[in-house]
């Protein structure tokens, strides 16, 4: 079974654009969640979507945002970059998402200049 | 959450069992331990989790003492590609989907050749 997928693996953005990361859960996972990582902070959860709605929230700010489609491919936004956005953005599917067995895709590195 | 602690970092032989512990006294009885390491640079990977009983899988065994205040991850025949920092996670699985993992500092496992 393929595992997960995200795409592009990385990019470059300058500060105030915006930019639409893409993540393919395995197939047959219905729940996808995505995460930003940075040496400083750590792992934090953004958000959660499970059958095209957002279920779980982490604590960012607006500028980042999410949807899901029906075949459960999902996107993430981040509109008005700033510098602090730099940073691995990892996605994880999981079957029902109840709970925290999780498979991570191997990130979008973002560098914001 | 129950708060986990696990040693910074271990050295294992090649070839030998890795045995990485993790200190979870304070988890409540609906918590279940979850294990996940990360390789440099890539994303993170699940490897098993537990609730009582000890679980075993193709990747390696969970022993989680009777009182459940400790467990062990147990890598049966460590590889030099096992070199990585393990995670060790205690969460509630509720009926309302996965609010998002957390890290800790983890342990850095060094597999010495």
């Known amino acids: 079974k393929a595992g997960v997928t995200q795409t592009p693996r990385y990019l470059i953005k300058t500060r105030g654009q915006q930019v639409t990361l893409s993540c393919s859960p395995i197939?047959?996972?219905?729940?996808v969640s995505w995460y930003q990582q940075t040496p400083g902070q750590g792992l934090q959860f953004l958000f959660e979507?499970?059958?095209?709605?957002?279920?779980n929230k982490g604590n960012f700010p607006g500028r980042f945002s999410g949807r899901q489609f029906s075949n459960s491919r999902s996107e993430m936004n981040v509109s008005t970059l700033e510098l602090g956005d730099s940073a691995l953005y990892l996605c994880?599917?999981?079957?029902?998402?109840?709970?925290?067995?999780?498979?991570f895709g191997p990130g979008t590195r973002l560098t914001v200049t | 959450d129950a708060k986990t602690t696990q040693p910074p970092s271990m050295d294992c032989a090649e070839g030998r069992a890795a045995n990485l512990p993790c200190n979870h006294s304070?988890?409540?009885?609906?918590?279940?331990v979850y294990w996940y390491r990360q390789i440099h640079s890539q994303g993170p990977q699940y490897i098993i989790h537990g609730l009582k009983n000890n679980e075993t899988n193709e990747m390696a065994s969970l022993i989680i003492t009777e009182d459940r205040k400790s467990s062990t991850l147990i890598l049966p025949h460590a590889t030099l590609r096992d070199t990585a920092v393990y995670y060790c996670?205690?969460?509630?699985?509720?009926?309302?989907?996965?609010?998002?993992?957390?890290f800790g500092k983890g342990t850095h496992l060094i597999i010495q050749p």
């Open positions: 994880a599917s999981s079957v029902t998402g109840r709970n925290y067995e999780q498979y």
């Open positions: 979507y499970f059958s095209e709605t957002q279920r």
């Open positions: 197939s047959g996972h219905r729940s």
């Open positions: 996670i205690v969460r509630v699985v509720s009926g309302g989907g996965a609010d998002g993992l957390t």
């Open positions: 304070t988890i409540s009885g609906n918590e279940y």
